[in-house]
């Protein structure tokens, strides 16, 4: 019974690459969430998806960041044109088909970007 | 979604109760309180939820007040396992808001 899965678990980039972080939910669900976590600092909500759609991007910063959610394969949050103050913790949540507050978040366990 | 106040940590004997209290005097009607833990820069993992009624599971019990302004989450016989950062959130929406967490410390 697969949990949450993130590939992958560390990445390193130069500042100016781009960085691909992928999640696959667990079996069954289609609602998939990101988060990020800054060094010492707490979880913030980035974006929420269901498949091929974009619910909530609210917390997504407004250049150079991305998600997406297709039909068939893992969600995708991309980040284009890396800098330093991009070094984080991303953990991406999903949860079951009906979503909503009375279900719970299942999280994985994180990619943890470092930019050089 | 309504803020909620955790201290800022806590420490607990190994095989005693953890007692872990929030407020969240703010909340509305239709606003669930969770819980996560994080251990050690893991993912954050689910322990409890509720909405009026106590609530017990195999890992904690979650006591909430009858006016819904606080709630302590209770792990009945701490292991040096449940040392994290435990995180108190009133949920309204589908997103989950962090606060800072309480800090526990399970000592032997």
């Known amino acids: 019974n697969a949990g949450v899965m993130q590939n992958p678990r560390h990445l390193v980039r130069r500042r100016g690459q781009e960085a691909r972080l992928r999640c696959s939910p667990v079996k069954g669900h289609s609602h998939v969430y990101w988060y990020r976590q800054l060094p010492e600092e707490g979880l913030k909500f980035m974006v929420y998806l269901q498949k091929e759609n974009i619910i909530d991007e609210s917390g997504m910063p407004k250049e150079r960041f991305s998600a997406e959610f297709p039909k068939e394969g893992p969600s995708i949050l991309r980040i284009q044109q890396v800098v330093r103050g991009d070094s984080a913790a991303y953990f991406c949540?999903?949860?079951?088909?009906?979503?909503?507050?009375?279900?719970?978040?299942?999280f994985g366990p994180g990619t943890r970007l470092t930019v050089t | 979604d309504a803020k909620t106040t955790q201290p800022t940590s806590m420490d607990c004997a190994e095989g005693r109760a953890a007692n872990l209290p929030c407020n969240h005097s703010?909340?509305?009607?239709?606003?669930?309180v969770y819980w996560y833990r994080q251990i050690h820069s893991q993912g954050p993992q689910y322990i409890i939820h509720?909405?009026?009624n106590n609530e017990t599971n195999e890992m904690a019990s979650l006591i909430i007040t009858e006016d819904r302004k606080s709630s302590t989450l209770i792990l009945p016989h701490a292991t040096l396992r449940d040392t994290a950062v435990y995180y108190c959130?009133?949920?309204?929406?589908?997103?989950?808001?962090f606060g800072a967490g309480t800090i526990l410390r399970v000592k032997s």
């Open positions: 959130i009133v949920r309204g929406g589908n997103k989950l808001v």
């Open positions: 509720g909405l009026k």
């Open positions: 703010t909340i509305s009607g239709n606003e669930y």
């Open positions: 949540a999903s949860s079951p088909s009906a979503g909503g507050t009375t279900y719970e978040q299942y």
